[in-house]
Protein backbone atom coordinates (compact mmCIF):
# COMPACT_ATOMS: atom_id res chain seq x y z
CA UNK A 1 0.00 0.00 0.00
CA UNK A 2 3.08 2.37 0.86
CA UNK A 3 4.02 2.15 -2.79
CA UNK A 4 0.66 3.15 -4.19
CA UNK A 5 0.54 6.11 -2.35
CA UNK A 6 4.06 6.87 -3.06
CA UNK A 7 3.32 6.59 -6.87
CA UNK A 8 0.24 8.91 -6.34
CA UNK A 9 2.28 11.43 -4.67
CA UNK A 10 5.17 11.41 -7.05
CA UNK A 11 5.45 14.79 -9.29
CA UNK A 12 8.04 14.26 -11.37
CA UNK A 13 6.20 12.86 -14.38
CA UNK A 14 4.01 15.82 -14.47
CA UNK A 15 6.61 17.96 -14.27
CA UNK A 16 7.92 16.49 -17.28
CA UNK A 17 4.58 16.79 -19.09
CA UNK A 18 4.36 20.65 -18.62
CA UNK A 19 7.81 20.71 -19.64
CA UNK A 20 6.90 19.28 -23.12
CA UNK A 21 4.11 21.14 -23.58
CA UNK A 22 5.70 24.46 -23.07
CA UNK A 23 8.64 23.29 -25.46
CA UNK A 24 5.89 22.71 -27.76
CA UNK A 25 3.88 26.12 -27.33
CA UNK A 26 7.44 27.46 -28.14
CA UNK A 27 7.99 25.66 -31.25
CA UNK A 28 4.28 26.49 -32.71
CA UNK A 29 5.29 30.16 -31.80
CA UNK A 30 8.65 30.05 -33.67
CA UNK A 31 7.06 28.40 -36.98
CA UNK A 32 4.03 30.82 -36.81
CA UNK A 33 7.03 33.95 -36.70
CA UNK A 34 9.30 32.17 -39.39
CA UNK A 35 6.12 31.89 -41.54
CA UNK A 36 5.22 35.50 -41.58
CA UNK A 37 8.60 36.77 -41.33
CA UNK A 38 8.94 34.77 -44.62
CA UNK A 39 6.26 35.86 -46.28
CA UNK A 40 7.21 39.16 -45.53
CA UNK A 41 10.28 39.25 -46.96
CA UNK A 42 9.35 37.27 -49.72
CA UNK A 43 6.19 40.47 -50.54
CA UNK A 44 9.54 42.91 -50.01
CA UNK A 45 11.84 40.69 -52.82
CA UNK A 46 9.08 41.24 -55.19
CA UNK A 47 9.05 44.96 -54.99
CA UNK A 48 12.50 44.74 -55.40
CA UNK A 49 12.96 42.96 -58.00
CA UNK A 50 9.44 44.81 -59.70
CA UNK A 51 11.43 48.47 -59.24
CA UNK A 52 14.84 46.77 -60.84
CA UNK A 53 13.10 45.58 -64.07
CA UNK A 54 11.29 49.07 -64.35
CA UNK A 55 14.85 50.56 -63.67
CA UNK A 56 16.50 48.80 -66.64
CA UNK A 57 13.68 48.57 -68.72
CA UNK A 58 13.58 44.66 -68.88
Known amino acids: MNKVMK ?3 EEDG ?3 IEY ?5 LIAV ?3 LALTNLGTDLSELFGRIGAKLDGATGT
Open 20 to 24: GLIAG
Open 14 to 16: ATA
Open 29 to 31: GII
Open 7 to 9: FLK
